[in-house]
């Protein structure tokens, strides 16, 4: 099945919509592969005004894929830093997109659904959505995520959400930086078009301009992220490889609690 459908209209709106219903759009390899693809293309391509990232289904992104997290049980640390590199490039490729983005969030987000959401300039979410960075509950961490999710949230937000691992509502993410509008599930289509139709009044360059002014401003640019990316996929491969990433992750996928986790 097409991981990835891609759509574009005549003012040059490209629509990707994760398409691994079946799974809640969790990512695997081939969509981390077709998204990042998809964005590279994009930012070449001069008839593309912005992008909208949504997902298919009930669910925006489930995160990591439950088939793709058991392979990397046996995966060696560079292995699991190499799989980490492949999904910070992906992220480094939406936060620094040329075009805007919109998140169009339909339903929940977590782990790294969160964190593409959290790469997108606009995020826009159905109030029934939920969020949560879960990792920590799996003995790992929201490495890759974390310098998009944190520039959202801010220190003190980052250090409750990292740690606690706790899911949050709509209103929640919208108190915390996260969402900038929440709506219901039958103005999310209009609510998403209505932002459209603001950032097409301006002109494409400026618009361009303004959004690397604002990476400027705030001291991070591409290679910069590059850089933190390397440290941020040694960690989450040094989690993955160690005896309590081990047992959460196997826990996870035996339904079980895991080890340190005392009734």
């Not at 793709?68 to 936060?95: P, V």
Request: net charge neutral.
């Amino acid at each position: 099945m097409q991981t990835l459908i891609s759509t574009a209209d005549s003012r040059g709106i490209l629509t990707l919509s994760m398409n691994r219903p079946h799974v809640s759009n969790a990512f695997d390899p081939d969509l981390i592969r077709d998204l990042t693809k998809a964005l590279e293309e994009a930012d070449k391509n001069h008839d593309v005004r912005l992008v909208v990232l949504t997902g298919e289904g009930r669910y925006f992104s489930a995160g990591a894929d439950l088939h793709w997290m058991k392979s990397l049980i046996n995966a060696s640390q560079q292995d699991n830093e190499n799989d980490a590199l492949m999904l910070a490039r992906l992220m480094r490729n939406l936060n620094y997109l040329s075009k805007p983005t919109i998140a169009r969030i339909n339903g929940a987000a977590f782990g790294g659904g969160l964190g593409l959401i959290a790469a997108c300039d606009i995020t826009i979410a159905d109030d029934n959505a939920r969020f949560g960075l879960t990792e920590s509950r799996l003995g790992l961490a929201p490495a890759v995520i974390s310098p998009y999710v944190y520039r959202r949230v801010g220190e003190a937000n980052a250090r409750r959400y990292f740690l606690s691992g706790e899911r949050f509502g709509c209103r929640q993410a919208m108190a915390v930086g996260l969402i900038q509008q929440c709506v219901a599930t039958r103005e999310l289509d209009s609510a998403v078009e209505n932002v459209i139709i603001e950032l097409l009044k301006g002109g494409p360059l400026a618009v361009a301009c303004c959004k690397q002014l604002v990476f400027t401003v705030a001291g991070h640019d591409r290679e910069s992220q590059r850089r933190m990316d390397t440290h941020t996929a040694e960690l989450i491969a040094r989690l993955r490889v160690s005896p309590e990433g081990q047992e959460g992750l196997t826990a996870f996928l035996e339904k079980r609690r895991p080890g340190w986790v005392r009734d």
